[in-house]
Nanobody, 122 residues
């Protein structure tokens, strides 16, 4: 099992920045892919960003490319999502997820955190 705990959500104004954290525990994550997803009220959960824990390229949804950055700190077993130039449509519950193997941009991840709320006022 992999336990994931997100933090860092909050209320910000449009144009502001926010950094989300996802603390992982339970297994060595070397062979895992880590993803960030978000779900707004009444909408399906959607892919935001992902990376392979072992390194390599990062992946982003078109809607956040150039504004969001995913990264990880191996020493802290933590994945981050730096969100810049936030837009009102970015308001959602943000989830961290983990899966064994390659990165996928669907919700086919084995482990999920409880989510952290991001609210963006216009």
């Amino acid at each position: 099992q992999v336990q994931l705990v997100e933090s860092g959500g909050g209320l910000v104004q449009a144009g502001d920045s926010l950094r989300l954290s996802c603390a992982a525990s339970g297994r060595t994550l070397t062979s895992y892919a880590m993803g960030w997803f978000r779900q707004a009220p009444g909408k399906e959960r959607e892919f935001v960003a992902a990376l392979r824990w072992s390194g390599g390229r990062t992946y982003y949804a078109d809607s956040v490319e150039g504004r969001f950055t995913i990264s990880r700190d191996s020493a802290k077993n933590t994945v981050y999502l730096q969100m810049n130039s936030l837009k009102p449509e970015g308001a959602a519950v943000y989830y961290c997820a983990a899966r064994s193997g390659i990165v996928v941009v669907t919700t086919q991840y084995e482990f999920w955190g409880q989510g952290t709320q991001v609210t963006v006022s216009s």
